[in-house]
């Protein structure tokens, strides 16, 4: 339950709103979730998003050629991922 309530408390102070969000859990770890949220072909609401609330962002391209901005790190104890893929449209 601790995940979700920092996904509420993530939600109620971030200054961008994810286009989606999630709780994962792996099979062998049940009790760790991890709070995933996708920006649609937003990097500039990734970084905000990362801004706000400390996390380590950094730009890849993935193994399809599309770019990526990620973010990672932890909020109130719970490990945290936002991301957005860049469609050419964004970056022409």
């Known amino acids: 339950m601790a995940a979700l309530a920092v996904a509420e408390h993530i939600i ?4 961008v709103i994810p286009a989606e969000i999630e709780a ?12 995933v949220l996708h920006f649609f072909d937003s990097p500039e609401a990734v970084r ?3 801004a706000a609330f400390g996390l380590a962002v950094a730009d890849r391209v993935a193994g399809d050629g599309v770019s990526e901005v990620q973010a990672e790190g ?3 104890g719970c490990e945290v991922q ?5 469609s ?5």
């Open 12 to 15: 109620s102070t971030s200054p």
């Open 82 to 86: 936002a991301w957005c893929r860049i």
């Open 24 to 35: 994962r859990c792996r099979p062998w770890a049940v009790s760790q979730l991890t709070i």
């Open 74 to 76: 932890v909020v109130n």
């Open 88 to 92: 050419q449209a964004v970056t022409a």
């Open 48 to 50: 905000a998003f990362a």
